[in-house]
């Protein structure tokens, strides 16, 4: 499964390339989708750019991409786009239009309320753990860890040197992760040397201007589609877990 991240937190000053409205979102997620995506994640954003959890703003980011893709979309809860919790939760419960499923950091404060309201609406939870904080430590504590769909493991070291390792000591830190299927993917610098670990261990992984802007030769990405081809080039038969979207509670 390779899942596009389309956006992410950047702005336009990331480039005209990073769709920001969402009628850019929608043709970025199409040609993404065309070119082998098999999945969706997305930043819902104001008209200034700035992400956002609002109902209105996620409704019509969800509609406008699922008139032009049939594949599931998934949308951020991040803290950044709504730091204090009870508002988090609260803005996910007036959502109109739900996501196939929305990640959720579990380092950040009210991981676990975000987490069940979540449920409670039967949205699929992607337990994003982060490496370099205690997500890891945290998810295996928590009860809700066997519901969710699936786990985003997440290697924040950018270094093309050390991400590699990063990320084997994210995998073991994480365990079994209560047998969740597990996507991993980085950032920046560290976004290729994880992507093909993730080939290599059989491991999901994603793609996409979020976690990172440049192509393998250093070259500046046109689109997410180039991204994803770029991906499924050199990973031609990706990693599938068709049973994911049957284990949402």
């Keep these: 499964m390779v899942q596009v991240c389309l956006n992410g937190a950047r702005s336009a000053a990331d480039g005209a390339s990073v769709p920001l409205s969402p009628e850019a979102m929608a043709e970025s997620a199409a040609e993404a989708v065309a070119a082998g995506a098999t999945e969706v994640h997305v930043h819902p954003k104001t008209p200034c750019g700035r992400d956002s959890l609002s109902p209105r703003i996620v409704a019509a980011t969800l509609e406008a991409i699922r008139a032009r893709v049939s594949v599931p979309v998934g949308v951020t809860t991040g803290a950044w786009a709504e730091p204090d919790p009870a508002a988090r939760v609260s803005r996910v419960r007036a959502w109109t239009v739900l996501p196939d499923h929305a990640s959720v950091n579990w ?10 309201a979540l449920l409670d609406r039967g949205v699929g939870v992607e ?14 504590r928590s009860p809700l860890g066997p519901r969710v769909l699936r786990v985003l493991a997440e290697v924040t070291d950018t270094a093309p040197e050390t991400a590699e390792a990063s990320a084997r000591e994210l995998l073991a830190e994480l365990g079994s992760a209560f047998g969740r299927p ?7 610098g560290g976004a290729w040397p ?10 999901a992984t994603r793609v996409g201007l979020e976690d990172t802007l440049l192509l393998p030769s250093g070259e500046r990405a046109l689109s997410n589609a180039q991204l994803v081809r770029q991906t499924l080039s050199e990973h031609p038969t990706p990693p599938h877990h068709p049973k994911e979207l049957d284990n949402r509670s």
């Design 127 to 140: 337990a994003g753990v982060w490496s370099g904080t205690d997500g890891a430590a945290r998810f295996a």
């Design 107 to 116: 380092h950040e404060p009210g991981a676990e309320e975000v987490a069940a």
């Design 182 to 188: 597990v996507l991993l993917h980085g950032e920046d």
């Design 194 to 203: 994880v992507l093909r670990l993730a080939g290599r261990l059989g491991l």
